[in-house]
């Protein structure tokens, strides 16, 4: 518990004058319990929640938020189960002018008129120049409180416990409890406010306690204003001066003033004087016309128009004025200053509007004689508000309740077409498009996104896109979501050469709420587009047959499908003009694949344009999952292409496979440019077609994007060596 | 003080074969209702519920997840950072509790450290057609340090005990935080704070 102290000093710095001067008692750091620094750290875990969000689904929930909403609820709730008890505060105030006890307070403190009624619960003892002397002042001495804290505790023997005294230069409030309450007592918090001199000497101010008695917040302020006849405006000032500086921490940290609380007591010597002369003040007196007196009063008349202590409430005067006495005696002032007597010493009260009145017992001056005032007690009967435990604890569980369904309820909803897609069969590079329609079906705004699987960093398989991936619906709308499979020589090698079958699950997440899963599907049309080189040779049946080869299957020597079209060309369109130029028809091109993967012959087509085969090839060639050139070699290609024998070992270089088919169309485009007078084409043009298939840079390197004269200039050189100058394989 | 307004939250998950109540009793333990059919889960749904025991009170965070073999590889995106955990069976099926022990085993070995796991062997209201023991059930709870217990979402039997229990059990110092070792878990917090 005590291990609290820093933090709660370090949390409050506002109140730090409230925990000096308080060592003498822990009451403080009891009552704190810890609170405060659970709010700092909630806050904390709500930043921490809030940066891991993105890697997981759960939810942050500001506890402290709804915590505050249920103390709300209860608050409004709490006439189910709370039990009003009355209880009897005694509220005295006494100008010791700067003497030391010395006659017994039992006549004040035990007056049989006030304890006849009932002994009281609370007494708020306020004194006012306990200590006149220059070192009180400058040095903020406390060590003359002790003699009447001492004096105090004998009166009032041993049914009380001291619950806190707080004191300032002459000013101290000392609150003592019957022992029964002591348990019932929580967040006993004090505070000061000076009003002296420069206003900060303390030889005028105001202390205040203030404590939780069972549910019921109280607050008494002991003051000292200004003095003499003429400063009723100073005093005024006084008054909201101390009410504007004194604060108080509530438990949920917020800055409490004297006004934040059920019951309101300031007393004091409030200093305010009669306005009327001193003989005639005098004579009033001796016949009692204390009503005539009370019409000059200056704090009646400020309250009256609200000039201060603006609410507050006093009860009815019917005593003699307390101020100013010849010390020991009954004379009011004999001395050459000749003070006119006035009700300095005064109990005013206020309640707030949620708490119930306070019935007056007896506001009475009593007859000590020790000082030139006399002192005052004012005692009243107070409701208190006690909890009953089961009572409450089924209005929490009610709120709770209502709480959990309020929030269930406005979590969003959405309905969504199909937790299952399957795209069926999907052909190389033709994207099919599907559609899910998600609904808002709840009550409140649904944003929604898709994420990641755990550990992932993308939202689905490459082969797939979403669109869009995030979106808002108001309640009752409808988003169409577009699914788009495609599959390109980048990501066909998985179902091409691994055969990875393919699906996915996407995660649609609500935010704030629950997630879906959406399973993708197709079935991949395997095919020889988007292929491997050495899948291709390794495989002696067409690709869509799925026999299994066996483990001492000989390689081919290259991919049977590219002699198919190559073998189609020689045969049928070496003389055709424009051949490699001009573009196939693409239905053509589909069913010529499809032959070439399914081992149907190309006659089953019926007829077909030349073009349609010399595309194929070029597609067949580009699509390759690696170049016949590979990847890793392309910087080195492009290096070697000033140089006819830097090319020839490049190629020499290759892998077998890669060789056979590089020398193999070598072959077949020399042999294209033997019909050059018909076909009209020139080595230039079919080196620079073919060299941008057999030669391509890494899809995922900068160099992709070198499309500049000089490089494609340097990959039909290359080629072209080949072309014109025939000893070079 | 009062500790009674205290809030404290968990993360809890369900888990458990296709089709042995997970929803349902998330259903009847908060909204308080059953459904002769209930849809199955396809994805993750998220509900609140608060439970107020003597002296605290406990938020769960609920997350009900699918229970198919297909989205086994999703369930931990959900059972990761949850400090509480019902691995639900149909009494009805031995599978079923063979597949809630592997559940078991994967928490105990990936799950938070020192979560709270709870066996629930769903469907007591057709005790009739039982094939898993309560015994036998019983007995692999005790051996691993689970809460157990038999329910029924139809008939709300023991619904409320179980989260209860687990809410009970859940560790309520404000000061036990988790350590840092553990880069990927969330903070098995509890938060809490203090009202009136």
């Known amino acids: 518990m005590t291990d609290n102290v820093s933090d709660i000093n370090n949390i409050n710095n506002n109140n730090t004058q409230n925990n000096n001067n308080n060592n003498n008692n822990n009451i403080i750091v009891e009552d704190f319990d810890g609170v405060s620094k659970e709010v700092i750290t909630a806050s904390i875990d709500a930043i921490n929640h809030n940066s891991l969000r993105n890697s997981m689904p759960t939810l942050y929930k500001s506890v402290d938020v709804n915590a505050q909403w249920i103390a709300n609820k209860l608050k409004e709730r709490e006439n189910e189960f709370i039990e009003k008890k009355n209880m009897i505060i005694f509220l005295g105030t006494w100008n010791v002018n700067g003497k030391k006890p010395q006659e017994s307070l039992d006549a004040w403190l035990k007056d049989p008129q006030v304890v006849s009624l009932g002994q009281p619960d609370i007494y708020a003892i306020g004194f006012q120049e306990l200590d006149l ?235 000590l004689l020790s000082s030139d005032h006399r002192p005052v007690s004012c005692s009243f009967l107070i409701k208190i508000k006690t909890v009953i435990p089961d009572k409450r604890h089924k209005v929490y569980q009610e709120t709770i309740k209502e709480l959990d369904k309020k929030e269930n309820d406005s979590m969003p909803d959405a309905a969504i077409s199909t937790n299952s897609i399957d795209f069926e069969q999907i052909r190389f590079m033709v994207p099919v498009v599907k559609n899910i329609v998600i609904e808002n079906i709840g009550q409140v705004i649904a944003r929604f996104q898709f994420i990641p699987k755990l550990d992932e960093s993308s939202l689905c398989k490459s082969w797939l896109k979403i669109s869009p991936i ?260 | 003080m009062n500790n009674n307004n205290k809030i404290f939250q968990f993360k809890l998950v369900l888990l458990g074969e296709a089709a042995v109540g997970k929803s349902s009793l998330v259903l009847r333990f908060v909204r308080g209702h059953f459904l002769d059919y209930q849809e199955s889960t396809i994805g993750a749904a998220f509900l609140a519920q608060t439970v107020c025991l003597n002296d605290t009170t406990v938020k769960f965070e609920i997350w009900d997840t699918a229970g198919q073999e297909r989205y086994h590889t999703l369930a931990p995106m959900y059972y990761r950072g949850a400090q509480a955990a019902i691995v639900v069976y149909d009494i009805r099926s031995e599978d079923s509790f063979e597949r809630a022990i592997k559940w078991v085993k994967e928490l105990q070995r990936q799950g938070s450290p020192n979560i709270v796991i709870a066996l629930a062997g769903n469907k007591l209201d057709l005790a009739a057609k039982r094939r898993v023991e309560t015994a036998e059930a019983q007995q692999y709870a005790e051996e691993n340090g689970l809460l157990f217990m038999e329910t029924s979402a139809k008939t709300s039997q023991n619904v409320n005990e179980l989260f209860v229990e687990i809410a009970k059990k859940l560790p309520k110092t404000p000061t036990t935080r988790p350590g840092s070792a553990q880069t990927q878990s969330p903070p098995p917090l509890p938060t809490s704070t203090t009202i009136l």
């Open chain 1, 133 to 367: 002397t220059a070192e009180a002042l400058l040095l903020k001495d406390v060590s003359r409180s002790l003699p009447w804290e001492q004096h105090i505790s004998n009166t009032l023997q041993g049914d009380y416990v001291k619950l806190l005294t707080k004191q300032l230069v002459g000013i101290l409030l000392c609150v003592y409890v019957k022992k029964e309450h002591r348990q019932h007592i929580t967040q006993v918090q004090s505070d000061i406010a000076a009003v002296g001199i420069m206003g900060m000497m303390g030889n005028k101010g105001g202390v205040a306690i203030r404590f939780s008695f069972y549910n019921t917040s109280i607050c008494i302020i002991n003051s000292h204003l200004n003095a003499h006849l003429e400063n009723t405006q100073r005093r005024n000032q006084d008054m909201r001066d101390i009410s504007k500086t004194i604060k108080f921490t509530a438990e949920d940290g917020r800055l409490l003033s004297i006004y934040d609380h059920d019951q309101l007591f300031w007393i004091g010597d409030l200093n305010y004087r009669i306005q009327l002369p001193d003989h005639e003040v005098k004579e009033r007196i001796k016949k009692k016309e204390y009503h005539i007196l009370l019409e000059h009063d200056q704090l009646l008349n400020q309250m009256k128009v609200n000039a201060a202590f603006e609410g507050f409430r006093e009860p009815p005067i019917s005593f003699a004025p307390t101020y100013k006495y010849d010390a020991g005696t009954e004379d009011y002032d004999s001395s050459e200053k000749k003070r006119t007597p006035a009700w300095c010493d005064r109990v005013l009260w206020k309640t707030a509007k949620t708490a119930e009145n306070v019935a007056l017992m007896g506001y009475r001056r009593h007859e």
């Open chain 1, 470 to 729: 995030a979106g808002m619906m108001i309640p009752k709308e409808k988003i169409n979501i577009e699914l788009t499979l495609y599959v390109d020589s980048l990501s066909s090698q998985a179902f091409n050469v691994l055969g990875e079958s393919m699906d996915d699950i996407l995660i649609l997440h609500l935010e704030n709420g629950k997630d879906y899963f959406i399973s993708v599907s197709g079935t991949f049309q395997r095919t020889c587009f988007g292929n491997t080189l050495e899948s291709l040779v390794r495989y002696p049946h067409p690709v869509r047959n799925n026999i299994p080869i066996p483990p001492e299957q000989k390689k081919l020597s290259i991919p049977k499908e590219l002699w198919r079209i190559i073998d189609y060309i020689y045969n049928n369109g070496m003389k055709e003009e424009g051949l490699f130029i001009e573009s196939g028809v693409g239905k053509e091109m589909e069913l010529i694949k499809d032959c070439l993967d399914t081992g149907e012959n190309f006659s089953s087509i019926g007829p077909l344009s030349i073009h349609s085969m010399a595309e194929i090839l070029i597609r067949f060639l580009e699509n390759l999952c690696e170049p016949v050139i590979p990847f890793q070699m392309y910087q080195q290609a492009l290096d070697a292409s000033s140089s006819s024998i830097s090319c020839k070992t490049l190629v020499s270089h290759l892998p077998a496979v890669n060789y056979n088919v590089f020398f193999y169309l070598i072959s077949f485009l020399s042999e294209v440019l033997t019909y050059q007078q018909s076909n009209k084409l020139t080595p230039d043009q079919l080196a620079i077609i073919f060299s941008t298939v057999l030669l391509r840079p890494n899809p995922s390197s900068p160099q992709q994007y070198q499309t500049d004269a000089a490089t494609i200039k340097k990959k039909a050189d290359l080629i072209l060596h080949f072309l014109i100058s025939k000893d070079l394989m």
